[in-house]
């Protein structure tokens, strides 16, 4: 069987070639040569330009091939896995382009859709020295001035600010600021005067180091009027909704990141003999390898239903891509460095294996958690939604579009951007639908169709899920000082939310993908049984008074974890994607790929 949102993906992947090639200009060799000189991979990114990804930045309607979120999802995904500097260093146009496509009129994003697949640089600069997350802070001035505005001031670690054409500028337009006091500028650097701006120097990282990560000085620097993104005063509802959209990016990005450290470690671990046995059959070693293979499956659920809801349920994105940005880099930046203890020395050996790579994923990754928002601010997004989701969940609220969002072979609607909305007026579904899939698991319980361990399961789940609602009503809101026990309890349900995704998602496929390369992951419910233990467990030991003897016991679990061990080895051993779902990687696969714009449809998903 074949997954069509995989297509761009291995179209990218196959062009670049096998990565492990050392003769190839994207090979992992090559990113870490370019990282230790912190170059920039200019020659990978026009490589990318050539396969068309840039077609992939813009949506259809805006003259480009986006259709599906899900697609540019797996694209980010595979991208990340070679390398995360290529993935940010070119992605970037995406995110700086972003605002358009949410904000701008229809002209505005055909014009910018223009300029990205003509192949120019994009940026997107909010951020500035002494600000940071604080955007409503920033001193950045678009003063009206002739016939445009008059832009003066600093943005500071912008990635592309030097290598960018256009920068989409969030900058003060009112004096006294506040939520309609700034505006988006789409500003063009090759129409200002030179002596107006000024490119900042490139900042050295502890990750990425070939990133442009640098900044602008504007002085007097004068835009025309059409340089306005959207209507003014309307910068941050325009820059908060478009990050609904790319915090979905971001936990791509560490998914890939992980994928590639978890192999390197199982390159090792299966080589390498300890004892007179390879290592990857010792108790502790294949312990935290599918404990790490179980982190990417849940990480890899909450991405893709965030993903297909950006179509679906869009009203909800601003709870799902908050959960989504918050949980899979914080769980990757638990499970990386465990993977590390594996190789032992080796992974902090900048040559010697495999070049140096895990230790540079390891940098890299420290990275994603503070794209777009770093950990806290998507945990007070959530935190300052609470008496909606609780109502919500107890009025069993449930958007239309779950079912295409849980159903992956079913077709996703068009992306409307005028669901988007700053706070969901219907909670989150996902977790709303809990109890009634709850009772579908026990159903097939009784009629001997699912193992009985999914009823303990299930049960545990919904015990704890009721108490975390019950805590999260408790909750009183205050607008200046959120107590560290609400960003814990945000913390909690986004656990839920994965847990929930994870139950949703084995019911509405386990038929559709009971065949292929993945279907012993699906037999038995193997994967969302290991999955429900450790985010149970992890619920478990959060949550108070749920200690072994809360909620139903599950175990130590680790037989639940022993089972997927072939199946990871297999998708190892065969250069597949460590997913539920079939992709072969460049690895595995001879010759060019097809061009995906033209490959076959399978039952309506493009």
Not at 42 to 71: Q, T
Not at 224 to 236: H, I, M
Not at 295 to 310: F, P, W
Not at 413 to 440: I, M, N, Y
Request: proline residues 6%; glycine residues 10%.
């Amino acid at each position: 069987m074949r997954y069509p949102a995989f297509a761009l993906a291995e179209h990218l992947d196959h062009g670049l070639g096998d990565p492990r090639d050392p003769g190839r200009p994207a090979s992992f060799a090559r990113c870490v040569a370019l990282d230790a000189r912190e170059e920039f991979p200019a020659e990978i990114c026009a490589e990318l330009d050539r396969l068309g990804l840039p077609r992939w930045y813009v949506p259809a309607e805006f003259g480009g091939e986006l259709r599906s979120y899900e697609e540019l999802l797996h694209a980010v995904r595979i991208l990340a896995r070679r390398d995360l500097t290529v993935a940010i260093g070119h992605g970037k146009t995406y995110l700086g382009a972003v605002s358009a496509w949410v904000g701008g009129t229809p002209e505005q994003a055909r014009r910018i859709g223009a300029e990205v697949l003509a192949g120019t640089v994009i940026s997107l600069a909010l951020t500035e020295r002494e600000h940071g997350s604080d955007l409503l802070a920033g001193e950045v001035t678009a003063v009206p001035a002739g016939d445009g505005y008059r832009v003066d001031g600093e943005k500071w670690l912008i990635n592309n600010a030097s290598r960018g054409d256009l920068l989409c500028v969030l900058a003060r337009t009112e004096p006294a600021g506040g939520t309609r006091g700034f505006s988006l500028l789409v500003v063009d650097k090759r129409r200002l005067a030179p002596d107006t701006f000024r490119c900042l120097p490139k900042e050295r990282t502890h990750g990425v180091r070939g990133a442009d990560i640098s900044g602008i000085a504007f002085h007097g620097a004068q835009v025309p009027a059409e340089a306005l993104l959207g209507p003014a005063g309307a910068g941050p509802e325009i820059v908060l909704k478009s990050v609904q959209l790319t915090r979905t990016m971001c936990a791509a990005m560490s998914l890939g990141l992980a994928d590639q450290a978890l192999r390197l470690v199982l390159d090792f671990a299966t080589g390498h003999r300890l004892y007179d046995r390879p290592l990857v059959e010792l108790p502790h070693a294949n312990r935290t390898l599918t404990e790490a293979y179980v982190d990417l499956l849940i990480g890899e659920v909450v991405s893709l239903l965030t993903a297909r809801g950006i179509h679906a349920t869009p009203g909800e994105l601003s709870v799902t891509s908050a959960i989504a940005k918050y949980l899979v880099p914080t769980m990757m930046d638990r499970s990386i460095p465990r993977l590390g203890q594996v190789l032992g020395a080796r992974a902090l050996l900048t040559s010697d294996h495999a070049d140096g790579l895990f230790q540079k994923i390891e940098r890299d990754h420290r990275i994603v958690g503070i794209f777009d928002g770093n950990t806290l601010v998507n945990l007070n997004t959530l935190v300052n939604q609470f008496a909606g989701l609780v109502r919500g969940y107890r009025r069993s609220v449930v958007d239309a579009g779950l079912t295409a969002t849980v159903e992956l072979a079913r077709p996703l609607p068009d992306f409307d951007r005028g669901r988007l909305a700053l706070l969901s007026r219907t909670g989150c579904s996902v977790v709303q639908q809990l109890p009634a899939a709850v009772a579908e698991v026990l159903e097939l319980v009784d009629a001997g169709i699912a193992p009985a361990v999914l009823a303990e399961q299930a049960g545990s789940l919904a015990g704890l899920v009721d108490g975390i609602h019950e805590r999260m009503a408790a909750y009183r809101p205050s607008p200046r000082r959120v107590p560290a026990e609400a960003f814990e309890l945000a913390g909690e349900y986004a656990l839920v939310f994965a847990a929930a995704g994870c139950l949703q998602l084995w019911l509405r496929n386990r038929h559709w993908l009971a065949d292929g390369p993945t279907a012993p992951l699906w037999a038995d419910a193997r994967w969302l049984r290991a999955c429900l233990h450790r985010l149970i467990g992890q619920l478990q030991a959060t949550s108070p008074g749920d200690g072994p003897t809360g909620h139903g016991d599950t175990g130590d679990g680790g037989e639940e974890y022993d089972r997927l061990l072939p199946d990871l080895r297999a998708q190892h051993r065969e250069g597949r994607l460590f997913s539920l779902l079939p992709a072969r990687l460049a690895e595995a696969v001879a010759g060019p790929a097809a061009d995906p714009a033209r490959s076959p449809t399978f039952e309506g998903v493009r």
